[in-house]
């Protein structure tokens, strides 16, 4: 496994970060414990997890899962820097989501109960809150950082101006903000680019890309379907992104397979290649699947690779940061 600090901080993950929103809902318990021992035995010490994730209101029941797997003992949790989120609705009542100060503190206590620690790593803003100051936000986090209850805070679904506000903010109370930015980005999706990509390596923080095969399109999705598989390729959001992009997707795969490579460790290499990415994060529903995503690690995207993914995938406008990527 290869490792990288994250962000600007002196804190070492690994260059794929497990993400275990499957845990629950389509992967069982004992599933998941074994997909996470799995992890540690590849060296990936890098957990995403949120409050939300069982997507049952209130039950936080991936991040019950991931505790009782700490509670296990073996030096699990030493071994994993943990990262869960908030934001999302946790209850019926008004202040049971967001982002003030009382939701902040109350769902990180209740967020260490689930899991069974006494700190999380990395704590995210799950979404920007259009409705609530930087003062307090970064008021509730300090807290919380002081009390040694949480160690990084970092965002997630922000723009680029949210983080240069964040950090404004921050840097106003000598605090040390935001290291991290988790942002959907893929070959398919690369609005990022244009600005959020650049205010977070401009700020320090380390970008944390999800849905790095979107929904499963840049995994092989035709040939699995072919082969009687690719359920996720087939459904919701993929279903749709698959009609629009069909012509583009069948080039791919014929490409990957000119390189002798899966189309899955294709996706994810160019992640990995892309400037101020730490590491994509990757959902495995069993342990075959998390075998599998470690090839990804071996495939090198040189120079006429990265121009033919653009070629099929274009960046947005002429490609790179703004306002290069739409104007002169």
Same mark, same amino acid.
């Given at each position: 496994? #290869? ?16 993400g275990t929103m499957n845990f629950g809902p389509q992967t069982s318990e004992p599933d998941s414990f074994a997909i996470m021992d799995r992890a540690l035995e590849h060296g990936i010490n890098f957990f995403d ?16 899962i991931i505790g009782r797997w700490f509670a296990q003992g073996g030096g699990r949790r030493d071994k994993v820097v943990l990262a869960t989120k908030v934001y999302g609705k946790m209850g019926e009542w008004p ?13 990180? #206590? ?24 930087? #003062?307090? /936000? ?24 949210? /983080? ?28 990022? #680019?244009?600005?959020? /990509? +650049? ?49 583009? $997707? ?30 994509? /994060? $990757? ?17 090198? $995207? ?11 995938? +274009? ?6 940061p703004g306002p290069e990527a739409w104007a002169w």
């Amino acid at each position: 496994m #290869e490792y990288t600090n994250l962000g600007r901080t002196g804190l070492s993950v690994s260059r794929l970060c497990l993400g275990t929103m499957n845990f629950g809902p389509q992967t069982s318990e004992p599933d998941s414990f074994a997909i996470m021992d799995r992890a540690l035995e590849h060296g990936i010490n890098f957990f995403d997890t949120a409050n939300v994730y069982g997507w049952q209101t209130g039950e936080g029941i991936t991040e019950q899962i991931i505790g009782r797997w700490f509670a296990q003992g073996g030096g699990r949790r030493d071994k994993v820097v943990l990262a869960t989120k908030v934001y999302g609705k946790m209850g019926e009542w008004p202040n049971d989501q967001g982002l003030s100060a009382r939701h902040i503190v109350r769902a990180c #206590e209740d967020s260490l109960r689930r899991l069974q620690t006494d700190v999380i790593d990395l704590y995210q803003m799950h979404h920007v809150s259009r409705s609530t100051p930087w #003062e307090e /936000i970064w008021q509730a986090m300090e807290t919380l950082v002081a009390q040694g209850k949480v160690i990084y805070v970092g965002s997630s679904n922000f723009a680029g101006w949210h /983080i240069a506000q964040a950090q404004a903010a921050a840097g106003k109370r000598n605090f040390l903000g935001l290291v991290a930015e988790q942002s959907i980005y893929n070959l398919l999706t690369r609005h990022v #680019e244009l600005e959020v /990509i +650049p205010a977070a390596q401009h700020y320090g923080l380390g970008v944390i890309p999800w849905s790095p095969l979107h929904g499963g399109l840049l995994s092989g999705v035709l040939r699995k379907m072919a082969e009687g598989g690719a359920a996720r390729g087939t459904a919701g959001r993929a279903a749709d992104g698959l009609a629009a992009h069909r012509p583009a $997707i069948e080039a791919y795969e014929k490409f990957c397979a000119e390189l002798g490579q899966d189309p899955a460790d294709v996706a994810l290499a160019w992640l990995l290649s892309r400037p101020g990415v730490t590491a994509p /994060i $990757i959902g495995p529903r069993t342990v075959a699947q998390l075998d599998n995503t470690l090839g990804a690690l071996s495939v090198q $995207i040189d120079e006429a690779t990265e121009q033919r993914l653009d070629e099929l995938f +274009p960046p947005v406008g002429n490609g790179g940061p703004g306002p290069e990527a739409w104007a002169w």
